[in-house]
């Protein structure tokens, strides 16, 4: 079929601006607050970091490929290049994963990388709770004095355990620094709320680069946040909640470096 050489300009013409349309596409913004969410809306509104509603974005991406390029942070026989800190909850290597028992009375603690300046990357690990627990995973984090005390301060990946009464697993958290940068209480966010699997292991992968964050649980999107270059650089921390009980365990822990892409 012959094919006019002006409608064949036409043709590529309209295919180019469809891809520029496309490559140029602006970050997808959220809707509303889910009316399910109201309660959580009301209580967590007013936390210093909370944005607003009609400014959060959303995350559309697929979850990362996590097979090619990572490096595991656990040798998975004892906590060489872990230290614990804050409070005084227990972390031991035990057949493969890191065991964390909460300690009545203790303070939240995060076993810690002892590398502290994790830039851009992409972070997984799998957590399990052999009973309801608050967990999570600190990035980019930092510590502070406070007396004879090391508080572990910045951005977290929530991990809300078995009951996840407000499904904001995968929601980003400033520890010790203002509250919630990005919750997940928006109509969008429905099908991240069910994704925790009670009785099973669940993933949490954390995308960083620059600014920009990301978050998925189970592979399914959560957070897109976007920080203001405080929190660019720190270790990694997986927490024990303070007030809580039982043990949380945590395996396969790898990042993959993006720093120099």
């Not at 656990?74 to 028992?101: H, Q, R, S």
């Not at 520890?175 to 709320?193: D, I, M, N, T």
């Not at 997986?238 to 365990?249: F, T, W």
């Amino acid at each position: 079929m012959h094919i006019h050489p002006r409608l064949a300009g036409f043709f590529f013409a309209c295919s180019c601006l469809v891809f520029f349309a496309v490559a140029a596409a602006p970050n997808v913004r959220a809707g509303e607050v889910d009316p399910q969410q109201s309660d959580w809306y009301q209580k967590y509104k007013s936390q210093e970091n909370i944005p607003d509603v009609d400014k959060m974005l959303l995350n559309t991406d697929t979850e990362p490929n996590l097979t090619d390029g990572f490096e595991s942070l656990f040798n998975g026989k004892d906590l060489t290049g872990w230290t614990p800190k804050g409070g005084t909850c227990k972390f031991e290597a035990y057949d493969g994963m890191i065991v964390g028992t909460c300690i009545p009375k203790s303070d939240s603690t995060y076993l810690s990388t002892d590398q502290s300046d994790f830039t851009d990357f992409i972070f997984t690990c799998d957590i399990k709770w052999e009973i309801d627990g608050n967990s999570g995973v600190m990035f980019r984090a930092k510590e502070r004095t406070a007396g004879d005390r090391i508080v572990v301060y910045g951005p977290q990946a929530e991990m809300e355990g078995i009951t996840n009464d407000r499904g904001w697993s995968g929601g980003v958290y400033g520890q010790s620094c203002g509250g919630y940068f990005y919750p997940l209480w928006l109509k969008e966010h429905a099908e991240v709320r069910s994704a925790i699997k009670k009785e099973d292991w669940n993933r949490i992968t954390i995308s960083a680069k620059g600014n920009v964050v990301k978050t998925w649980v189970n592979g399914i999107p959560a957070a897109h946040w976007i920080g203001d270059g405080i929190y660019s650089k720190g270790f990694f921390g997986l927490q024990i909640h303070k007030g809580a009980k039982g043990k949380v365990l945590f395996k396969d822990i790898r990042v993959k470096d993006l720093s120099s892409e």
